[in-house]
């Protein structure tokens, strides 16, 4: 049965937005040139590729549903799983379902820990006993470094195959548009392709990236964290927003007494330290939950409650920035003779707003947007990480991180969970970040069209 | 023969943009002679920046000299030094030493952070062997050479402490710090007020003569030639047209773009009849040419024109040593010089302005700002940027509003519109005062009253299409019956203004600057107002270009009975358009009169001073365009402590012990004329006696 976690609903409405905004810009000259400037850019085509990757990864992670029991004689109605599941953990259902009992290392066919194992004597001994999943279908452990590298060499066949698809697309759209640099495109895919293959095809028989403490896999970890800090990264603006270009444009085109509310708003709201507001507002949040139980059916939906309201708690801690920049942009527009002129027409204020100040700022709307994603990303793991982030059944990156405090003091330490966060949050920030950067270029209004 | 100290053979630069190689300066041969003032004239395009930087080589990171020899000579070096050819660390030696260059801009030429008397010391260090105290006393005699009064307590002031007219004399005394032979300057008085501008002009010409330095002077105003040059070079597209001694040039003008541009200036002789302008653009310059580059716009092109590229050609028969034409017609011999038109006369404009009714009457208008201090924004003073203005516009009249920048003309305009709110005062329109309206009621009578603004890249919206631009005020003022009424009414509009019908779909970035002017002309026409406050329409504007939007706005006024109120410190504009004109010094109207008696025979001794300073093209060959320039002291006080009695006392020359006490009355003269001078009152109550 389809199910729609709350969440779900805003990240497809976003999709939708995007979508919209898409076509929106492709029929205005102003802001197409700005994209097509930025798709111009090498550095910008392949972080988009990457970011297409987690998106890709993420939106399939938003289609919930919840399996059918097996049903029971008698039952006239289908009963359902209390658990929800996404279309990707229905891909990954080989990972999903194949839990250690502990700690093992990356590839490894023994676990990490030494416990007491029956040897076939009939004797007790402690020793690493093999994994239940890991490298089990070997009968002998010697073969194991033939076995990685046979499946290392299929999964690199299947990416080279892919490759070759894609590289055929790309000679395609070169003829279609030849000013993007398509040979960036071509090397991020390939880089992921050659990275994603092996992996693939070795997690089908092995943790490629170890397994945490309760035994699950880091790999299916890092990858449903993924949508956890899109939703973050990009539900957040949308509270961040409305409030942010309403009150900033508000205070630079109305000024007056309007003007230095908004500005005491905003400078006493800055000056409180932004994790402890953010924390404080947290823990009231659980506790409403808490003691509201009966609100939600679904542990999931509880969780994902709280990762709303997580949003929602950082747009509002973080607006202030944009709407000071949106503020000092609208006073300088406010001077500007179009805006004169407007008045001279007894144009209303709204209308004066709406129609000549908000086009003219939307560059600095989507480089603040598109800047503000990896700084909300990383917010998130700091936040998981002080324990007031994302309810702890919600897989993270910061969750992940916050775990990895004990496994980095135990001895001999466990540095793959850490590591595999690490990276894959890399991964995204980077991109995020260099995407930005040339989203900064393009709308950069020196320019001239 | 006279020395020559810097010789430019053959100078290309070239700059890269997205469309391709542009050819800024495409082979251009200048000689610049001792203490001469040689002066490199075009309009915006033409190359003559580039030219300047090119010699200092200081050109921006796209550019870069393809070809050409800058040959620097001094008693040195008689041979001459290809500064092209120079190394950078050479050439650091020559910027400032040998050749210095002043710019157009004194606000950002200095920097904010170091006092005026470290930036003088700082090149006095770089570039003579002066050292600790003598390099002080250097600067303040330097800053005293340059007319800076009290240097020694300037010196530790920083830019912003002083204003525009002390921050270029400042400029001029870093350039001057070395003694350099050679002074380009770019445009150095475009950013200044005419009486201003008379001072920095006066003080270049002055220390020119007494230094035997070579100005190379660049401008786009005709005027500033006429005044300052010995020697005149016009620039087209990146090639000089013409090379001329100053009098022969302004006697016969021989290149047909040199003497287009002549036609198009605005003059009292052409009231009633259109100027003449030039049609077209300046060709791109990133496409090679096959024939002259002047030809798709000059009304005299022949075949020949089209398909062989004209030299620089001296004239056969010509009399005038070093003229040079770049111009196939020339070779058969010089163009007569243009005919003179007499003044046309104008009289009865008074009786006429009389007889047709007043749209608009401002009475004793005022516009003030507080000044706030403190936590609680307490006012402890007001700038009085309109202190007292009355006017009245009549139907399809011009009513000019002339004066320096911050005497407050700007604010009196748009108070008169209530885009300010006025202080005090009323402005009555249609027999209702607009200040005693409701915002509701103000809406309704909005259309009547249109303003065009100065920048055209500043007064359209960059995200909204011409459509939009249009249908905004009609809608917002409900003029139209429905959408399609006012799509008819757009396409009748951009007729009126000369603009072709696919101009609807498309944005202001595509237009051209004049063009960007007829749209803001279009939208001001669309809500069918009976004023529209004209605010330096032009002054963003080449020549040529300006005499395109005068005769559109001066022919609108003739089908459409529109009246202006035409804001501008361009006083040939006034001449050529304005039936009327008032003078506003400082926030009051000192003057205010038929225009062409107002000008040929100021009373006022500030309109007397600010007609003296304008530069003039001469009106006729032999006649020196000049008045005796009256030399004002200092600046324009500031509207928050006006000087007490007479504003304009403490720089006024006539001034006497009366005009400390009390502001003076208007006094009304013949024919409708006022003027707010002590002078008058004593002269009228002496002959009433």
Known sequence: ?449 | MIESVLQVSGLKTSLDTPRGELRAVDGVDIELRKGECFALVGESGSGKSMTALSLMRLLPETGRIADGRVLLRGPDLLAGQDLLALPEAAMRAVRGRRVAMIFQEPATALNPVLTVGRQVTEVLERHTQLAGEAVRKRALELLDAVGIPDAGRRCEEYPFQLSGGLKQRVMIACALAAEPEILIADEPTTALDVTIQAQILDLLAKLQAEREMAILLITHDLGIVARMAQRVAVMYAGEIVEVAERDAFFAAPQHPYAQKLFEALPAPQKRGAELSVIAGQVPPLTAPFAGCRFVERCDLAFKRCHEELPRLIAIPADVMAGRLVRCHLREQGPAPAPRHVPPMATEGTVIAAERSPAIVSVESLKVHFPIRKGVFKRTVGQVRAVDGVSLTIRQGRTLALVGESGCGKTTAGKALLRLILPTEGRVVFAGRDLSSLSRRALRESRGAMQIIFQDPYASLNPRMRTADILAEGMRSLGVGRDEKDRARRMAQLLAQVGLPLEALQRYPHEFSGGQRQRIAIARALAVEPKLIVCDEPTSALDVSVQAQILNLLKSLQERLGIAYLFITHNISIVEYLAHEVAVMYLGRIVEHGAADEVLANPKHPYTEALLSAVPAVPAAPGVDGQREIIRLSGELPSPAQPPPGCHFHPRCPKAMSECAQAYPAAVALERGRTVSCVLYRASKAASSS
């Open chain 1, 1 to 449: 049965m389809p199910y729609l976690l709350p969440s779900d609903v805003l990240v497809w409405l976003l999709v939708a937005a995007v979508a919209a905004y898409g076509w929106y810009c492709h029929r205005y000259a102003h802001l197409s040139v700005p994209w097509a400037r930025v798709f111009r850019s090498p550095a910008a085509v392949a972080s988009a590729v990457v970011l297409s990757a987690y998106l890709a990864i993420g939106l399939l992670d938003s289609l919930h549903f919840r399996p059918a029991l097996p049903a029971k004689p008698g039952a006239t109605e289908k009963a359902y799983s209390t658990e929800v599941l996404s279309m990707l953990d229905l891909g990954l259902a080989q990972l999903r379902g194949r839990a250690e009992k502990t700690y093992s290392a990356p590839l490894a066919t023994r676990s990490y820990a030494k416990e007491q194992v029956e040897l076939p004597g009939g004797k007790q001994a402690r020793d690493f006993p093999r994994l239940r999943f890991g490298g089990a279908q070997l009968q002998d452990e010697a073969d194991w470094a033939e076995d990685v590298a046979r499946r290392v060499l299929a999964g690199f066949a299947v990416a080279a195959l892919a490759f070759a698809a894609f590289a055929f697309l790309i000679r395609w759209l070169r003829r279609r548009r030849p000013e993007v640099p398509w040979n960036a495109a071509l090397v991020a895919v390939g880089v992921l392709l050659f990275l994603a293959g092996p992996a693939f095809a070795l997690s089908t028989h092995y943790h490629m990236l170890g397994t945490d403490k309760v035994g699950q896999d880091v790999f299916y970890l890092a990858l449903k964290s993924i949508r956890t800090s899109l939703v973050i990264g990009t539900v957040t603006t949308l509270v961040l927003l409305p409030v942010g270009i309403g009150l900033g444009t508000m205070a630079g085109y109305f000024r007056g007494w309007v003007d230095d509310l908004i500005q005491y708003v905003y400078t006493t709201l800055n000056s409180i330290p932004g994790v402890l507001l953010i924390a404080a507002a947290v823990l009231m949040m659980q506790v409403v939950i808490e003691r509201n139980a009966e609100w939600f059916s679904l542990a999931a939906q509880r969780a994902d409650v709280r990762l709303l309201v997580l949003c929602a708690i950082l747009g509002f801690t973080s607006w202030t920035g944009l709407a000071r920049l949106l503020r000092g942009e609208t006073l300088k527009l406010s001077q500007l003779e179009y805006i004169q002129a407007a008045h001279a027409f007894g144009v209303r204020d709204s209308h004066i707003l709406a129609r000549h100040i908000l086009p003219n700022v939307s560059h600095i709307v989507i480089i603040a947007m598109v800047m503000d994603f990896s700084g909300l990303v990383l917010a998130e793991a700091v936040l998981s990480y002080v324990g007031v982030g994302v309810d702890p059944s919600t897989n993270s990156f910061g969750t992940m991180i916050n775990a990895a405090r004990m496994e980095m003091s135990r001895e001999p330490v466990v540095w793959w969970a850490l590591a595999t966060a690490f990276t894959f949050m890399l991964a995204l920030v980077l991109a995020a970040n260099l995407f930005a950067d040339a989203v900064r270029d393009g709308f950069d209004p020196r320019v001239r069209m």
